[in-house]
């Protein structure tokens, strides 16, 4: 696999699990918390592959395979790590419509 389409990869996988994150969101709201927990569910299977192909790459790049710089790099890191990041905040929203 190239160093692109690690990015596009991590792109996708990332942006899919932040739509689903947003479907979770919208059934806890609704009051479909099992429908959440799903959705919720999938999204951290998406964001694990995400982060599986950016650690094979760090590891590569230990290794002596270096990582080649580009701004689809950092956008796939950017990416990744504002979907890590709303993850744990919808987590919480999750949880306050669950107990509301």
């Not at 689903?20 to 479909?32: E, H």
């Not at 689809?72 to 744990?88: P, S």
Request: glycine share 4%.
């Amino acid at each position: 696999m190239t160093d692109e389409q690690r990015w596009f990869s991590i792109i996708a996988c990332a942006g899919e699990s932040f739509s689903q994150l947003n479907a979770a969101l919208q059934a806890a709201k609704s009051g479909d918390i099992t429908q959440a927990e799903a959705y919720f569910h999938e999204s951290e299977v998406n964001l694990q592959r995400a982060h599986h192909i950016q650690s094979e790459s760090l590891q590569g790049e230990i290794s002596g395979q270096p990582i080649a710089f580009s701004l689809l790099f950092v956008h796939a890191q950017d990416h990744l790590m504002n979907v890590l990041l709303a993850q744990n905040i919808y987590r919480e929203f999750i949880e306050l419509y669950k107990n509301k």
